[in-house]
């Protein structure tokens, strides 16, 4: 009984989360069934968890039927973003390498071999569906225990870049490609740049602009990898 009980309690906190994420990643406000369909729930069932998540203060409806963040949601992304170390300087580097390479430059978290877009510059409006607060696949560079030396030219992905010649895999689908640097000692914070396939780098200009900006931030010169 008491593992259907955590199952129970782990699959309502997964509903929550879910309306969470899309509240606070939405650009304008949200239906209720949009939400009930991110949430995998019935709009009975999403109406109750919205319901319980305005009384907290963590969503707010400014209408029948639509949703927004609420203020403790916006206070709490707020206190996370004031403790954050790079806070000041992660946006300018970002946008000055999206400017320079002409694509996408993101920043992600990485903990526990998860990896979340945590701020994204893309001046030249790429048509990529990369927003903040996505996740992304899965990917060895994301391991805690991550090599990050000894790995040879054409190893796939996750193989260093040392010249342009080397390929690009093809991650996370057949109409991308990402370069990932580590901005942080300990791995949990990477500077990417994502581009569209037909606009792969023809040489290392790109690259080596964001092993630069990574080492700026304090990550390490030898780090720079090619996940595709």
């Not at 200009?205 to 990574?214: C, I, K, S, V």
Request: proline share 6%; hydrophobic share 45%; glycine share 14%.
């Amino acid at each position: 009984m008491g593992d259907d009980v955590n199952t129970s309690a782990r699959s309502v906190a997964d509903k929550v989360m879910a309306l969470v994420h899309a509240l606070g990643t939405a650009e304008e406000p949200l239906r209720l069934g949009a939400l009930a369909e991110v949430s995998g729930t019935s709009k009975a069932t999403a109406r109750r968890l919205l319901l319980d998540l305005c009384t907290q203060g963590y969503a707010h409806s400014p209408g029948r039927g639509l949703y927004l963040p609420g203020p403790r949601l916006q206070g709490l992304a707020a206190a996370v973003v004031r403790h954050d170390p790079l806070g000041g300087v992660i946006a300018e580097s970002l946008g000055a390498l999206a400017r320079a390479t002409g694509h996408v430059a993101a920043r992600v978290g990485v903990a526990d071999g998860r990896a979340v877009v945590l701020g994204l510059e893309n001046p030249q409006r790429l048509p990529l569906a990369l927003q903040v607060g996505d996740e992304l696949p899965g990917h060895p560079l994301w391991a805690d225990d991550a090599d990050f030396g000894g790995v040879g030219s054409g190893a796939g992905p996750g193989t260093r870049v040392g010249s342009a010649t080397e390929s690009l895999m093809e991650y996370p689908t057949a109409s991308t490609w990402m370069l990932a640097a580590p901005a942080s000692t300990d791995r949990t914070t990477f500077l990417v740049l994502v581009g569209l396939a037909f606009m792969r780098p023809q040489d290392d200009t790109a690259a080596q602009l964001l092993a630069g900006h990574a080492r700026a931030l304090g990550g390490s010169p030898e780090g720079l990898r090619d996940v595709g």
